[in-house]
């Protein structure tokens, strides 16, 4: 009989363990380096994007588009009135800053400068770039836009790799040059932090010819060198986290791998402080030449080129992925809730209510396990004929135990 009994209580152990083990996992909560799919684009295109006041601004050659977080939504605007591929974009006090490019036609480079107020959708023409230059990007820092590198030839001519480091004043309208790149770079990525501008990836006159990050501290009007990213690519984007939501870091996201006609979804991470390299997670659309914008440290990459294609839409894409960078929010950064922090809230919410359910299913499950070991006193003393009554209880106890085992199952 006592053989018997200690089965029994091994089947039901073993029935309830998994749902303690499915109390423990249900607790854990993803805080950092992860992607969540946002509303895509109208239709596919590639371009440049930029974030204002809480907005996310996308343009492309015949296109502008406003997408706001708050309700995950996008809105048509008024399109650049010089359309043009391979232009730079830039913010500063609510204006945007269109630069450079190759005109819709043409096979040239230009210098148009055009600027878009965002609060009345318009745009004026401002004093254009000396140079004419395409495949660049615009990097802002203490109130001034720098434009360095690209190509001063369209890439279906013999390329002409610029090293100009041309600087515009949009207080003044006006134009200066600060210190050349060491070496001509285009179709790279860029990202400010601390005063500081990074170049990485990219293409030169050599395709096969490894590209080290380059730095330009704006300050003293010197260049450094970094290391190079892990993975060679060109044609990604690159966005900096500024240490208020997330730890201080450089996302280098997506692009060609070795310079193939195929995008990646490869995202490389800098850490700026032990000048070191790690790999994130993976963006979920593999792409290059997107465009990135950062709101609350968050990063949204949107557009972009899947793979080279002559036929429309010729591999372009309207993906829009926000990516929740290292750090994010775990150290106290930030004072208010940010838009990933009201996601990640309301996936908490969802898991503590499935907690509760579980937390119940434990509950209940203790209470009969308390009577059953009573039982099993009782039957120790008065004999076999219980065992026969107690046996009958005890299987309904243990299937109930299985059906409450398969309802934490099917929370995880």
């Known amino acids: 009989m006592i053989t018997k009994l200690v089965s029994l209580t091994c089947l039901i152990l073993l029935t309830v363990s998994p749902i303690l083990s499915c109390h423990s996992h249900e607790g854990e ?17 590639w371009g440049e994007a930029v974030a204002v006041n809480g907005k996310i601004y996308f343009f492309a050659w ?22 043009r591929k391979g232009f730079a974009v830039a913010a500063y006090k609510n204006r945007i800053y269109v630069i450079g490019g190759v ?81 001509g770079v285009y179709s790279y990525a860029c990202a ?63 692009g060609r791998i070795n310079y193939s006609m195929d995008g990646s979804n490869i995202v490389q991470v800098y850490n700026i402080e032990n000048e070191s390299w790690t790999i994130g997670a993976s963006m979920p659309t593999a792409r290059y030449a997107p465009a990135a914008a950062v709101i609350n440290d968050t990063i949204y990459v949107i557009g972009g080129i899947e793979t080279f294609n002559l036929h429309p839409p010729f591999g372009w894409i309207a993906a829009n992925e926000q990516y929740i960078p290292f750090g994010y929010n775990t150290l106290g950064l930030g004072s208010s809730t940010s838009p990933a922090q009201e996601e990640e809230t309301s996936q908490q919410d969802q898991r503590s209510d499935r907690q509760t359910q579980t937390l119940l299913t434990l509950l209940v499950a203790s209470i009969v396990a308390i009577a059953l070991v009573t039982t ?37």
């Open 192 to 254: 400010v932090i601390d005063n500081k501008i990074y170049i990485m990836a990219g293409q030169d006159e050599d395709p096969q010819t490894p590209l080290l990050l380059q730095i330009y501290d704006s300050k003293t009007d010197t260049w450094s060198t970094g290391s190079s990213p892990p993975v060679m690519v060109a044609s990604a984007t690159a966005a900096a986290t500024t240490g208020k939501w997330a730890s201080k870091r450089i996302y280098l996201i997506g």
């Open 29 to 45: 909560v993803l805080s950092e380096n992860y992607w969540i799919i946002r509303k895509a684009l109208p239709r596919p295109y």
């Open 103 to 183: 005109p819709v036609g043409s096979s040239e480079s230009c210098w148009v400068n055009e600027a878009y107020n965002p609060e009345t959708d318009t745009w004026e023409r401002r004093a254009d770039m000396p140079t004419k230059r395409s495949n660049l990007k615009a990097a802002v820092v203490d109130g001034k836009i720098y434009l360095i590198g690209g190509l001063e030839k369209n890439c279906s001519m013999v390329p002409t790799v610029s090293c100009l480091n041309e600087v515009y004043d949009p207080e003044r309208d006006t134009w200066i040059r600060a210190s050349p790149i060491p070496k």
């Open 62 to 83: 015949n296109a502008t588009y406003e997408y706001d977080p708050a309700v995950d939504g996008w809105t048509a605007k008024t399109p650049m009135p010089a359309q």
């Open 376 to 412: 099993m006193a009782i039957i120790l003393k008065k004999g076999e004929n219980a065992y026969s009554r107690t046996a009958t209880y005890s299987t309904r106890v243990f299937r109930g135990l299985q059906t409450a085992r398969w309802s934490c199952e099917q929370q995880k």
